[in-house]
T-cell receptor, first 112, second 112 residues
Framework: DVKVTQSSRYLVKRTGEKVFLECVQDMDHENMFWYRQDPGLGLRLIYFSYDVKMKEKGDIPEGYSVSREKKERFSLILESASTNQTSMYLC???????????FGPGTRLTVT | SQQGEEDPQALSIQEGENATMNCSYKTSINNLQWYRQNSGRGLVHLILIRSNEREKHSGRLRVTLDTSKKSSSLLITASRAADTASYFCATALTGGGNKLTFGTGTQLKVEL
């Protein structure tokens, strides 16, 4: 079974803090993705990566950065957390040209 | 902007009834997928239909695709309480690589 794990299920941070969200997959997938999910807006793509050390901006990259130093790990970084980044963050992975994505359980981040 | 829009936003039915959800999209696609999300959890892939397919079945699921109308429908037959979840369509755009664009989802409630 494909397993995608995320470092925390729930996280509470203060405005201005630097926040790291970690995602690890165990299926040797080339592609990894970070989304945020907000009520009424569905899932929106923040960043994605097709290979190690490679990253591309999604639809809403502002205020975020990513790191992919190893194939199995994709990190999302909030450089200076703000209250409008309170959201559910979902990581996903998949094989190249397969299109199906496998999701982690999500991290519910609250920024106060 | 959202590529996929689901309709209805919410649906409540009795156990044993069929549930139909619709998805409309705007631009040319490579394939369309449906995902399920149980409350507060990650998404689970249900079924993928390619742009040159018109209908696909998987267990109690039936998906149709009409590329001329840029729309798809997901039918769940003989629904069960365990089918209670949010359902999302996602489109892989032609020339868009492995990225998916998600709709806003349909919340399905199946009552005993």
């Amino acid at each position: 079974d494909v397993k995608v794990t995320q470092s925390s299920r729930y996280l509470v941070k203060r405005t201005g803090e630097k926040v790291f969200l970690e995602c690890v997959q165990d299926m040797d997938h080339e592609n990894m993705f970070w989304y945020r999910q907000d009520p009424g807006l569905g899932l929106r793509l923040i960043y994605f990566s097709y290979d190690v050390k490679m990253k591309e901006k999604g639809d809403i990259p502002e205020g975020y950065s990513v790191s992919r130093e190893k194939k199995e790990r994709f990190s999302l970084i909030l450089e200076s957390a703000s209250t409008n980044q309170t959201s559910m963050y979902l990581c996903a992975s998949g094989w190249d040209r397969n299109y199906e994505q496998y999701f982690g359980p999500g991290t519910r981040l609250t920024v106060t | 902007s959202q590529q996929g829009e689901e309709d209805p936003q919410a649906l409540s039915i009795q156990e044993g009834e069929n549930a139909t959800m619709n998805c409309s999209y705007k631009t040319s696609i490579n394939n369309l997928q449906w995902y399920r999300q149980n409350s507060g959890r990650g998404l689970v892939h249900l079924i993928l239909i390619r742009s040159n397919e018109r209908e696909k079945h998987s267990g109690r699921l039936r998906v149709t695709l009409d590329t001329s109308k840029k729309s798809s429908s997901l039918l769940i037959t003989a629904s069960r309480a365990a089918d209670t979840a949010s359902y999302f369509c996602a489109t892989a755009l032609t020339g868009g690589g492995n990225k998916l664009t998600f709709g806003t989802g349909t919340q399905l409630k199946v009552e005993l």
